[in-house]
């Protein structure tokens, strides 16, 4: 579905991302994986088209077989959330602060369907029902009326509102306490395995794709260090930067281990 060859990132004469590849079929989960700085950001801006302009991509990134490295601006916004879609770590600047979360939501499917008003609405109460909010109470909502977790929900509602073929999603969960985190995490899986929605997941912290990720992508100062099936390089990681990022992961005592598998049957 998504398939990168051979991308560089550059600013000047200074190569911020090495030739990269990535493949990103339906229905997969990604992980972006590595230290701060590493270029994991640099490449999800560059497939929506979002780099700064002083920096230059260069290479080929293919979605469904369309090219879309040299789109202008006006095609890349008519991509962006119908075929792209994004949620940052930054969830208060997804919003406006003082335009209500459903007026926000409306605008996105008013730009980019014909949809009449009461269809945008029942589309906006869907996907708030959908990311486990109460709908009408949110959809009426002003930004700062919600807490850090129901605003990413919400950023996520928006992200699906035009049902895009890939979720880029960089470190959404980092700005949360850990319980809304994993809560998001199960949310965006539960999503996944209902639409076949693609996730590229970019994280600096590998424990939180150890369950979700099919593929891991590990780099590191701009250069891809190692990728496959992510249960092959959490168990028998090759390249000394995954081996020490996976040893950053800290390890429960065996009968805690235990502990949390029974819970987690349980619930
Ligand atoms: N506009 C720019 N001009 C010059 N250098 C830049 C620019 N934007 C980013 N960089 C540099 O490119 C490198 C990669 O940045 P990037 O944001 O992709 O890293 P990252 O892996 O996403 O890090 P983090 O986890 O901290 O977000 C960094 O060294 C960063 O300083």
Redesign the pocket.
Known sequence: MLSIRGLT?H?QL?T??HPLDLQLHRGEWLALA????????????AIGGL??A??HAHGSIQLEGKELLHLSEPEFRHIRGREIAYVFQDYQSAFTPFITIGKQMDEMIRAHTSLSRQQRQHSCLAHLEQVELPAKPVYNSYPFELSGGQLQRAAIATALLLSPKVLIA??PTTALDSLTSRSIIQLIQRIQQETGIAILW?T?DLRQVQRTADTLLI?KS?QVVESGKSHSIFFHPTHPYTVQLLSSIPKLPSRYRLELQNKQVNT
């Open positions: 990132v600013h200074q911020l991302v590595g230290e701060s700085g590493s270029g994991k950001t640099l490449t999800s801006l780099l700064s002083d920096l960089d470190e970019i600096h780099m701009g």
